[in-house]
């Protein structure tokens, strides 16, 4: 995985038991910021591997809540031990997590009839589903950390204006939201697909935004 994008992508596709991740990762997502979404999306530990120089990744690392850091140079028996203690510290701390906010990824990753959206707290794509692509009209790669009003917006059928912007008054709510009637979603393509719309924030163990998902299935009821 060379990007922190890339990162959320393959471990929602394949969720692993733990993440080793050097805190050098690139991408418009660092290391940093890729490790606290695993941690907080799909509950699976992060181990760094960082050098001591690394002073400015060191400094913020705490909030990516890691479950150890490994300093360059290390031994097999070195990393071997803090796989150990970070996967026995887990599962200890597991049960007091909660729910996953998605679900069991790799079910939500194949869904066929609902679009999911993993947007960060500045409602940039972080992660969607295979469904979604085909509803946004565009592949992942692509839309990945934009701002989703630069992937789709939505209108009202009965005015044909644009909906007020539903993601920042959930996430500014703390609450979820429908839009479930005289809903559409238009592509940059200019495709056209009448939607239900649902939006709910995720929030961690102190009730701080994490980040918000958006639900879209076709309205097909809407369809003669």
């Known amino acids: 995985m060379k990007t922190g994008e890339d990162a959320l992508v393959k471990i929602a596709q394949t969720p692993p038991d733990l993440v080793v991740m050097d805190v050098t990762i690139?991408?418009?997502?660092?290391?940093?910021?890729?490790?606290?979404?695993?941690?907080?999306?799909?509950?699976?530990?992060?181990?760094?591997?960082?050098?001591?120089?690394?002073?400015?990744?060191?400094?913020?690392?705490?909030?990516?809540?890691?479950?150890?850091?490994?300093?360059?140079?290390?031994?097999?028996?070195?990393?071997?031990?803090?796989?150990?203690?970070?996967?026995?510290?887990?599962?200890?701390?597991?049960?007091?997590?909660?729910?996953?906010?998605?679900?069991?990824?790799?079910?939500?990753?194949?869904?066929t009839e609902e679009a999911i959206i993993v947007l960060?707290?500045?409602?940039?794509?972080?992660?969607?589903?295979?469904?979604?692509?085909?509803?946004?009209?565009?592949?992942?790669?692509?839309?990945s950390m934009r701002h989703w009003r630069d992937v789709m917006m939505f209108v009202s059928d009965s005015?044909?204006?644009?909906?007020?912007?539903?993601?920042?008054?959930?996430?500014?709510q703390m609450a979820g939201a429908i839009y479930d009637s005289s809903t559409s979603l238009v592509t940059t393509t200019s495709k056209r697909r009448k939607i239900i719309l649902a939006i709910r924030p995720i929030q961690d163990s102190h009730d701080r935004l994490i980040a918000s998902i958006m639900s879209l299935k076709e309205n097909k009821k809407t369809y003669k």
């Open 26 to 111: 690139r991408g418009t997502m660092d290391a940093i910021d890729a490790a606290h979404y695993i941690f907080q999306i799909f509950h699976i530990p992060v181990l760094f591997i960082a050098g001591a120089a690394e002073e400015e990744k060191l400094a913020r690392i705490k909030y990516a809540q890691p479950y150890g850091v490994v300093f360059r140079p290390f031994n097999i028996n070195q990393i071997a031990t803090a796989i150990d203690i970070a996967l026995y510290n887990h599962a200890d701390r597991l049960p007091s997590l909660g729910n996953l906010p998605l679900g069991e990824s790799r079910k939500m990753m194949d869904m």
């Open 120 to 143: 960060d707290k500045r409602g940039r794509v972080l992660l969607f589903n295979t469904f979604a692509s085909w509803i946004v009209d565009m592949p992942l790669p692509k839309a």
């Open 159 to 172: 005015s044909g204006e644009e909906v007020s912007d539903p993601v920042t008054k959930a996430t500014k």
